[in-house]
């Protein structure tokens, strides 16, 4: 980030091309909100270790919040020229939801799929169902993970065999965030064809 900054600088004292400048300009944003990602899922895990974490619960609009996590965080953490497709019935029911904590299970379980997919598809569609529950879904066309690795995926700071970036706190938390909203996560996937994640939520009056 630093040479970055110190190359737009530069660059544009000598009156370089715009466009090279804001380049860098967008790969200093992109690695700063990476960065506060990682800061903000170290925080959390040292929340919930401590019994910090409390969660206020209120009606929430799923549509409304997805759309608010991808405008914030997608194209910064897209380095790998995924598409994004979003299915939320426009009459799906409000959710009981922390919607600070619940937006933390959704930018966790997105980066964790770009991460992990190149030129692919990110899918997230939530689903009403006939228990009380909405059932969400992110599902990508990426690495898959592995069966050596997917019993530990919820254990904290664990990354994987294969992986060599990330905290390995993001599944950790989205795990607690989830169970704490009375909810379920589990996971499903194939190496070689992607992952999908897949979450409940209490509708709105049933927690």
Not at 76 to 85: A, C, D, E, G, Q
Not at 158 to 174: A, D, N, Q, R, V
Request: proline residues 3%.
């Amino acid at each position: 980030m630093s040479g970055y900054a110190q190359n737009a600088e530069l660059e544009l004292d000598s009156g370089a091309d715009p466009e090279a400048v804001r380049e860098k300009l967008k790969r200093i944003s992109s690695e700063a909100n990476r960065m506060a990602l990682m800061v903000t899922q170290i925080l959390d895990a040292t929340r919930i270790e401590e019994g910090r974490m409390v969660l206020e619960y209120s009606p929430c609009e799923m549509d409304g919040l997805v759309c608010e996590v991808i405008e914030t965080y997608f194209a910064v953490l897209n380095k790998n020229n995924n598409r994004l497709v979003l299915r939320i019935p426009i009459d799906l029911p409000p959710v009981q939801a922390d919607s600070s904590r619940l937006k933390r299970v959704f930018v966790n379980l997105i980066s964790n799929a770009l991460k992990h997919t190149k030129n692919g598809t990110i899918l997230l569609k939530a689903e009403d169902g006939d228990d009380g529950f909405v059932t969400v879904t992110v599902k990508d066309t990426g690495s898959g993970i592995s069966e050596e690795d997917m019993p530990h995926i919820w254990e904290r700071y664990y990354k994987g065999k294969h992986s060599e970036t990330g905290t390995g706190l993001g599944l950790f938390i989205c795990k607690f965030i989830v169970e704490s909203h009375g909810g379920k996560i589990w996971a499903q996937s194939t190496m070689g064809e992607g992952t999908s994640f897949m979450f409940t939520l209490p509708k709105a009056g049933n927690i």
